[in-house]
């Protein structure tokens, strides 16, 4: 990932976290290469460590294992009107996809629960993209995608919701003007504020 030169303002004094979330970016385009299954596993233990620390009981990450669940899920992502959102995804190169999925059973008269729960599914998400961009992945959260039919694919139950998918790839070799990737990485992902104005550091004392 050639983000630093651009960037290398925003590395200044970073730690490793802090340098994970600038690290991070959208990915449209991705290597033709597999993802190792370790990396796989370790995204997978990754997911399970954060949701047993943070007690989060009603939010799952699910990670694709084979190129026919990749396939399947994608056909039905792509389904719909919504599923056009994204045309780059019709050839894409990544490999495996991440998919968060939120329990909202018994939440119909407690909105703000829904929401917390919501919340909690987004949070074990990014836990996992993360630690996937630890790994040197690339990957791109997806909500303009036809969520509905993939709850169908893996036969969720009652109050079982998608809430996104996203792809997990290896980062192109190169990207150059012609690239969809290219532009959104300079004109998005490249203009991003110094953690310091956004972040706020503090010490809690007994
Ligand atoms: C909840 C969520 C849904 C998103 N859905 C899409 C999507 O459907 N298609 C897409 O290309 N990018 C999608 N993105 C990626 C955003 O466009 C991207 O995060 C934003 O442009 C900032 O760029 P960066 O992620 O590279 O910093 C989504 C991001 C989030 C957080």
């Known amino acids: 990932m050639n983000l630093f030169d651009r960037?290398?303002?925003?590395?200044?004094?970073?730690?490793?976290?802090?340098?994970?979330?600038?690290?991070?970016?959208s990915f449209r385009k991705y290597a033709k290469r597999e993802i190792e299954f370790e990396k796989i596993i370790e995204i997978e233990n990754t997911?399970?460590?954060?949701?047993?620390?943070?007690?989060?009981?009603?939010?799952m990450v699910k990670v694709t294992k084979n190129k026919e669940e990749?396939?399947?899920?994608?056909?039905?992502?792509?389904?719909?009107?919504?599923?056009k959102i994204n045309p780059w995804l019709n050839k894409t190169n990544a490999t495996n996809l991440l998919i968060?999925?939120?329990?909202?059973?018994?939440?119909?008269?407690?909105?703000?629960?829904?929401?917390?729960?919501?919340?909690?599914?987004?949070?074990?998400?990014?836990v996992a993209?993360?630690?996937?961009?630890?790994?040197?992945?690339?990957?791109?959260?997806?909500?303009g995608v036809n969520t509905s039919e993939i709850e169908k694919e893996y036969k969720l139950g009652d109050g079982e919701e998608v809430i996104a998918i996203a792809t997990l790839g290896y980062p192109p070799i190169s990207s150059n003007i012609t690239d969809?990737?290219?532009?959104?990485?300079?004109?998005?992902?490249?203009r991003r504020k110094h953690l310091s104005e956004i972040m706020f550091y503090d010490e809690i004392k007994e």
């Open 7 to 25: 960037k290398s303002h925003l590395f200044e004094g970073l730690t490793n976290l802090s340098r994970l979330f600038i690290m991070r970016r």
């Open 47 to 59: 997911i399970k460590d954060f949701q047993l620390t943070m007690g989060f009981k009603h939010s």
């Open 70 to 83: 990749f396939e399947s899920v994608i056909r039905a992502a792509k389904r719909g009107l919504v599923g």
């Open 100 to 126: 968060a999925i939120v329990n909202t059973n018994d939440t119909d008269q407690n909105l703000s629960e829904r929401f917390k729960r919501i919340a909690e599914t987004s949070i074990l998400m990014e």
């Open 129 to 143: 993209i993360l630690r996937a961009t630890e790994l040197g992945l690339a990957s791109c959260w997806l909500a």
């Open 180 to 190: 969809y990737d290219f532009w959104a990485n300079k004109l998005v992902s490249a």
